[in-house]
């Protein structure tokens, strides 16, 4: 394709307006580059807390956490903020870091490709074309809902929908509801619409592990503090995120899992004091093997009249009918999927092809793999914010996505400093890399907790998840080391020039 065809030419660009495709846009602002822009497929910034609104949609993570450390939020109304309140705080950062003149809005990525002759990436948008120096994809792992396969429900006769695209015109009021799923969306939305319905059936494949949640409403004298004394809630801050920290020990050693068991257990029997019902919801595995889920309600409503939690299984869907495994049918109203998004499978692997023309996807083979969680061997020039073991089980991924902003900025300063147009990591660089991180894997909950969750990818591995501290994942993005990448000139000749070595 001919550049002077090109609608936009830019030096970067970024993938989504979530988050980790912020915070990206917000360090390359402050760092003084004005040359990228941001390519969001929606009509808003927000990315999954613009697409969740699902009733009682809020964060599990301490709100102080869960938001920009350059970028401090006084106003948050609870410890853990709800859905409407992140939306306003992502708006907010957008236009107070000038970043909205780079967003380009209703812009989805079908197609980037790196051009091997030009050094130069071209994307494809429903847009328009953009060729950029550099790719950074903040698309993020929950983007994508996950649909279940389940013979009949594109049939069926009532209405369904997606958690992450909830049909807020459609009342539940005196419906029979069937929701499918026990996650993180579902612990939220079934307890706000479990007093409307007339009947509500839950299909749970396996229980979670859930924990007391903490939450209590900010005072007004504490967001005064926070107003007036910034360094406040910095403190605020910090001391959370050392706390959360310990919170990963049980998980990252199996051995100490049944601390976290105890605790559990005690909840659950305060909350469910029927026998027959507690037996259903007490999982099989270690907590932490799958997601430890926080909640003050959700147990209590699965006891209510109007409720039955099935363990049985979907065989099929006939009409307006849910058949069970075991036979049973059950007539329904309205399916609501709480099955949770694309995590292992990222949907955009599809659509980024490197320099061999095969894509990301295909590269994976099913199984996700990159340098330090973020560059990827065969893609020159391409960052991957959140993506392969970079997500957490015990607090909060904007940290995770704030220490990759950091690596892919020193890496761009890199890259102009030493003269050269590309970067790429080296593949033995990046397999002793995966490596290690398996490696630490072996003794956490989710290989050796006795469950098989969203985390593991189609070949058994678990490649969503940081095995250690997030404070490590910090120290290992706190330096580009040149030696870990193989180098394109600036100044090609003719042909195409080979990959040169450099060194620290």
């Known amino acids: 394709m001919d550049t002077s065809s090109a609608w936009i030419r830019t030096e970067v660009a970024v993938v989504g307006s979530g988050f980790s495709g912020l915070a990206m846009a917000a360090g390359l602002k402050r760092g003084g580059h004005d040359d990228f822009v941001v390519l969001e497929r929606a009509r808003d910034v927000g990315g999954t807390w613009r697409d969740n609104a699902y009733p009682g949609c809020a964060c ?17 109304s609870s410890t853990f903020s709800p859905q409407p309140e992140i939306q306003a705080y992502l708006r907010k950062v957008a236009r107070d870091e000038g970043l909205l003149p780079h967003v380009r809005f209703g812009c989805e990525v079908e197609d980037a490709a790196w051009d091997p002759q030009e050094r130069v990436w071209r994307i494809a948008t429903s847009s328009g074309t953009v ?11 929950l983007s994508e809902p996950s649909i279940p396969e389940i013979p009949g429900l594109a049939d069926f006769e009532g209405t369904v929908f997606h958690s992450a695209t909830w049909d807020h015109d459609h009342d539940l009021a005196g419906e029979r509801v069937a929701v499918i799923g026990t996650g993180a969306s579902a612990i939220q939305f079934v307890p706000r619409i479990q007093p409307r319905v007339a009947k509500l059936h839950l299909f749970q494949r396996t229980a979670p592990w859930i924990m007391p949640r903490p ?5 007004r004298l504490e967001r005064e503090v926070y107003r007036r004394v910034p360094a406040a809630q910095r403190l605020m801050r910090a001391a959370i995120s050392w706390a959360r920290e310990g919170f990963a020990i049980p998980i990252l050693n199996v051995r100490l899992s049944g601390i976290t068991e105890v605790a559990a257990r005690r909840h659950l029997a305060r909350q469910v004091p029927d026998p027959v019902l507690r037996a259903k919801l007490t999982p099989d595995y270690k907590p932490g093997c799958k997601r430890i889920l926080v909640s003050n309600d959700y147990l209590p409503s699965l006891g209510r009249p109007n409720v039955e939690v099935v363990t049985a299984g979907i065989q099929e869907i006939r009409g307006r009918t849910i058949v069970g495994l075991d036979g049973t049918e059950r007539e329904v109203d309205t399916i609501v999927l709480g099955t949770g998004f694309h995590v292992t499978d990222l949907p955009i692997a599809e659509r980024v092809r490197g320099d061999d023309g095969r894509t990301l996807a295909e590269h994976w083979g099913g199984s996700l793999a990159a340098l330090r ?15 392969p073991n970079t997500g957490l089980g015990h607090t909060s991924v904007v940290i995770m996505a704030e220490a990759q902003v950091g690596y892919v900025l020193r890496a761009l300063e890199h890259r102009r400093r030493s003269g050269v147009v590309a970067l790429a990591p080296r593949r033995a660089a ?16 989710w290989t050796a907790g006795g469950c098989a969750s969203w985390y593991l990818d189609a070949t058994g591995r678990n490649t969503t998840l940081w095995p250690d501290f997030a404070f490590r994942f910090r120290a290992a993005l706190r330096r580009f080391d040149p030696a870990e990448y193989e180098v394109v000139p600036a100044r090609p000749a003719t042909a195409p020039a080979a990959p040169v070595e450099v060194t620290a």
């Open 131 to 141: 060729v950029a120096g550099a790719l950074v994809a903040g698309a993020g792992p």
């Open 373 to 387: 969680g973020t560059t990827v061997a065969g893609f020159p020039n391409l960052f991957v914010l959140l993506g």
């Open 60 to 76: 599990d993570v301490p709100s102080h956490l869960y938001s920009f450390s350059f970028a401090p939020n006084p106003e948050w």
């Open 430 to 445: 990046q397999d002793r890399w995966n490596q290690g991180v398996q490696k630490r894997m072996r003794n956490t909950v």
């Open 215 to 219: 939450d209590r409403p900010i005072t």
